[in-house]
């Protein structure tokens, strides 16, 4: 339509239906109604909100896993101290692609010494460290070894794992040392060594998410709440996070072969993932793939009430 001086839309009188319009009256549905029902339907169905897991309420709900997992670190046979890179050179502990070996080329750029970090510095920075200390550091590394797998043994002897009903037997400054390290967690003082690792603002929470991951306390939470990935079709959330929705075809490849059964199945499912965004992102040059569209057209019944009135 050509526009003309004079033949303007807009200057033109309207002789269509005429109806009063309470702007107020739609602010307070648009504000306060739908404000009152979005409040409500999320306080019915609001994602859990609960609290951090630290190491003092480690201690507090399963003292006997966490003198478990103390000892672990202790004698050095922990999940992380048994990780390998980034954390330590452990032999043959790496995941590998083939004849590549990712995991080793990063190299050790967090050093982790279970017994050191986790156990024994913290314990020094006590006002009072326990005398074991000193029983432990002359002891030679073939002892430590000894006294550790003995006090293990014993703990697991132990229905309930408590320490306290342990039979006496050779464990050295272990469970010495255990002991004030669950008083410490208990006091809260050792999330705050742990973390803080003599800075200031660190906010760096490794050493304190190894020493969680490496007990049942932690993983049991998650278990209890279905976040360990192998509940297809939910996804969870905990705290002010979105979820993590954007991770479902990560946690599908995990639960199929070869992929679930594989000792390297992380690196290979990542790099099942990088092929798959690689092929998505060059799609429109690859021959072929590029044409699936118009031999499959989903997208015309998704939008088809655009494609109808063309």
């Known amino acids: 339509m050509s526009w003309r001086k004079g033949d303007d839309v807009a200057s033109r009188p309207w002789r269509g239906r005429v109806r009063d319009y309470d702007l107020f009256k739609e602010l307070t549905i648009g504000l306060v109604v739908v404000g009152l029902l979005v409040l409500s339907l999320s ?12 190491l003092k309420s480690w201690a507090t709900a399963a003292p006997s896993d966490f003198v478990a997992t103390a000892t672990a670190e202790l004698g050095g046979t922990s999940d992380t101290a048994g990780y390998g890179p ?40 006590l006002p009072t460290p326990p005398p074991a200390l000193a029983q432990w550091s002359a002891a030679s590394a073939e002892q430590q070894a000894k006294w550790t797998a003995a006090y293990t043994e014993a703990l697991a002897a132990v229905p309930t794992g408590d320490p306290a009903q342990v039979m006496s037997g050779n464990y050295g400054p272990v469970p010495a040392l255990t002991q004030a390290l669950l008083s410490m967690a208990a006091s809260g003082n050792l999330d705050g060594v742990l973390q803080n690792a003599g800075e200031p603002y660190n906010l760096d929470y490794t050493p304190t998410v190894l020493f969680l991951g490496d007990g049942t306390y932690f993983p049991n939470l998650a278990s209890t709440a279905h ?12 705290g002010n996070t979105p979820g993590q929705s954007w991770l479902w075809l990560f946690s599908l490849l995990y639960q199929i ?42 997208h015309r019944l998704i939008w088809k009430d655009y494609y109808r009135q063309r």
């Not at 070996?101 to 920075?125: E, H, M, W, Y």
């Not at 976040?227 to 905990?238: A, C, I, R, S």
């Not at 499912?269 to 989903?298: C, D, E, N, Q």
């Open 86 to 125: 980034p954390y330590n050179a452990t032999p043959d502990a790496t995941q590998k692609l083939w004849f590549i070996d990712l995991q080793s080329l990063s190299g050790i750029r967090l050093p982790i010494d279970t017994a050191s970090d986790f156990v024994l510095n913290p314990l020094k920075t």
């Open 227 to 238: 976040l360990t990935g192998d509940q297809w079709g939910v996804m969870n959330e905990t």
């Open 43 to 54: 306080a019915i169905f609001r994602s859990p909100d609960d609290p951090g897991v630290t």
């Open 257 to 298: 072969e070869p992929f679930k059964s594989s000792a390297n199945a992380d690196i290979l499912v990542v790099s099942t993932m990088l092929v798959l965004s690689l092929l998505l992102t060059l799609l429109p040059f690859i021959p072929g793939l590029r044409a699936l569209p118009r031999k499959i057209p989903v």
